[in-house]
Nanobody, 124 residues
Framework: QVQLVESGGGLVQPGGSLTLSCATTARSFSSYNMGWFRQARGKEREFVGHISASGSITYYSDSVRGRFTISRDNANYTMDLQMNSLKPEDTATYYC?????????????????WGQGTQVTVSS
């Protein structure tokens, strides 16, 4: 079992920045591909970004590409989501997830473990 804990959410003004973190104690962290998803109120959970186990490959949704950056530190079992130029439509609960086996990076059904989520609100 891999336990994931997100942190760093909060209230930020449009155009601002925020960094989310995902931490685990699992020593197997470096063997997992990792993803970020988000869910706005009344909407389905959607893909935000993905980083490969080694950190060498990243993917982003069209809505965040160029504004968000994913990174990971396998030595410290953490993953970050740097969010810049935030918009009100980025408001959502953000979840990190671990993917044990290869699968479509955008498909939430292919992720095996999830965190509890952290709320991001973009508002003036």
């Amino acid at each position: 079992q891999v336990q994931l804990v997100e942190s760093g959410g909060g209230l930020v003004q449009p155009g601002g920045s925020l960094t989310l973190s995902c931490a685990t104690t699992a020593r197997s962290f470096s063997s997992y591909n990792m993803g970020w998803f988000r869910q706005a109120r009344g909407k389905e959970r959607e893909f935000v970004g993905h980083i490969s186990a080694s950190g060498s490959i990243t993917y982003y949704s069209d809505s965040v590409r160029g504004r968000f950056t994913i990174s990971r530190d396998n030595a410290n079992y953490t993953m970050d989501l740097q969010m810049n130029s935030l918009k009100p439509e980025d408001t959502a609960t953000y979840y990190c997830a671990a993917q044990r086996y290869y699968g479509p990076y955008y498909d939430r059904a292919k992720y095996d473990y999830w965190g509890q989520g952290t709320q991001v609100t973009v508002s003036s």
